[in-house]
């Protein structure tokens, strides 16, 4: 009698896995594909950037203004694709764009990491992670031993426990990252009140933003007006909205500001500074503990762990 050989069964989760990560990652390609297509037949050329502009609805949002001069001598302006909460350049910082020379006005592109590869890298990242786990269940589900031959209840549980392991290290990987993200966060802000310069600000008005998708609820941010060491006056918006804004018009507040882009600034309070990585080290924390707990639990010899009493 010939045993034939034994089929391989994914489960819907192995297959869910396998065709999301690799989906991300070929979408991260395509956008990549996309980008360098897009600029194939453009002009690369240094510009400088001269301005921030505000969006129209909230003046929470910077967008960069770079000027620059075409090949055939002509002054142009044109303004970013993506904008930040905080300016995220320098006031007369070069940077090299790529434009259409025919029509210098239209779309061009930054030609920066940040602005034209990180989605793409962010893709890439989840996509190989959720491809490599389900590469991991996939050897789950492989047949381990020979055609026609059952799976003793030994080597079931023992199957399992080398699956719940590799479920275990997700929300391990999940915090892990969070916390990475936090303590980014935090160093940041220590290089930020190292460097940045301190005045005295007053709060001159309250912006009112309708929150996304929730058209009758409403968010307020304080705008601040200082001067800086040369006498020039600022106004910026406070970096965080809420329902319920604590500060007043006339308030005085201590004010955090670059020196070189003064329109880089911020409010030196503690939920001002530290409420990003607050926010990241309490999400990534439980993800983290709980992680480990169940790895610990499980063990990594893929036999779970008995208390001795």
Known sequence: MTNAPRQVSLRKSTLILLLLGGGLIVLALILSGASLVSTHDMTAVDGS????????????????????????????????????????????????????????????????????????????????????????????????????????????????????????????????????????????????????NRAQGRVVGVLENERPYQPHSRLYSA???????????????QGSSSTHNDLREGQAVDVLYDAQTPERAMIDSFWERWGLAAILFSIGFPFFAVGVFFVRTIGFGGKARKRVT
Request: proline share 5%; net charge positive; glycine share 8%.
């Open 49 to 196: 950037v001269v301005r921030f502009d505000g969006n129209a609805q909230s003046l929470r949002s910077y967008t960069p203004v770079i000027a620059f001069t075409t090949a055939n001598g002509q002054h142009a302006e044109v303004t970013g694709e993506t904008s930040s909460t905080q300016p995220s350049y320098d006031i007369g910082q070069t940077v090299q764009i790529f434009y259409d020379a025919a029509h210098p006005e239209r779309r061009a592109v930054i030609n920066d990491f940040t602005q034209r590869w990180f989605p793409a890298t962010v893709l890439v990242a989840i996509g190989a992670a959720l491809l490599g786990i389900g590469i991991i269940f996939y050897r789950g589900d492989r047949p381990r031993f020979p055609s026609g031959a059952a799976l003793s209840y030994s080597h079931r549980k023992q199957q399992r426990s080398r699956q719940n392991l590799v479920i275990s290290l997700v929300p391990v990987v999940i915090g892990t990252a969070f916390l990475l993200a936090a303590a980014a966060s935090g160093l940041h802000e220590l290089h930020i009140g190292q460097k940045f």
């Open 223 to 237: 705008v601040i007006v200082f001067k800086t060491a040369t006498g020039r006056q600022i106004s910026f918006p």
